[in-house]
């Protein structure tokens, strides 16, 4: 079947950090993957994609490329800031568009 | 600016209460689901629907029913609201093609006293 697992958080930067969110997945057929973000008090909101195998999605210094080899999807960003403080959710769409969702990464930056 | 609305941000009902939950979307998308998301637990599964008059069960359906009968409106019912449905309640749409993200509301933060 499907599914999404990604590391634990809550995870605390300093801001200027790198930032590293793990995502793998197990899953039938060839999906795509997504990453969401998800800021206090507020609802998911999709930061980025890729939908085939080498994919590289990219949205507001975000990064994640779509490993079929290592069946990975892992968020990067060179320089992380307060702003970014949010819970992160990595995501693959199967059959009929249905998601799975990861459990969430809550990241926190620090001044 | 496209949107999917939830029609309340906070509520807050007595148990036994039945209590509905609305969602609209203005995108003319096929697909609508609604989420529970708890902590440590990520985002569950409720209902979800990919026609009017259409709704499957997902992954935790027990204590909930929805109606969907027009496109653009996907409503929970929490038939008995208990204490362990306090959540926060998040609904989505999606249109029916493959490989397209969900649109999110802004959620509904619901307390059962």
């Known amino acids: 079947g499907n599914s999404v697992t990604q590391m634990e958080g809550p995870v605390t930067l300093s801001e200027e950090a790198f930032l590293t969110i793990n995502c793998t997945y197990t899953?039938?057929?060839?999906?795509?993957l997504f990453w969401y973000v998800q800021y206090p008090g507020e609802g998911l909101q999709l930061l980025l994609k890729a939908t085939k195998a080498d994919d590289k999605g990219s949205n507001k210094g975000f990064e994640a490329t779509y490993r079929k080899e290592t069946t990975s999807f892992h968020l990067e960003k060179g320089s992380v800031q307060v702003s970014d403080s949010a819970v992160y959710f990595c995501?693959?769409?199967?059959?009929?568009?249905?998601?799975?969702f990861g459990t969430g990464t809550s990241l926190t930056v620090i001044p | 600016d496209v949107k999917v609305t939830q029609s309340s941000r906070y509520l807050v009902k007595r148990t036994g209460e039945k209590v509905f939950l609305e969602c609209v979307q203005d995108m003319d998308h096929e697909n609508m689901f609604w989420y529970r998301q708890d902590p440590g637990l990520g985002l569950r599964l409720i209902y979800f629907?990919?026609?009017?008059?259409?709704?499957e069960k997902g992954d935790i359906p027990e204590g909930y029913s929805v109606s969907r009968e027009k496109k653009e409106r996907f409503s929970l019912i929490l038939e008995s609201a208990s204490t362990n449905q306090t959540s926060m309640y998040l609904c989505?749409?999606?249109?029916?093609?493959?490989?397209?993200?969900?649109?999110f509301g802004s959620g509904t933060r619901l307390t059962v006293v």
């Open positions: 629907s990919y026609d009017v008059k259409m709704k």
């Open positions: 899953a039938t057929g060839y999906p795509s």
């Open positions: 989505a749409s999606s249109p029916a093609r493959d490989n397209y993200g969900y649109t």
């Open positions: 995501a693959l769409s199967g059959s009929f568009n249905q998601f799975y």
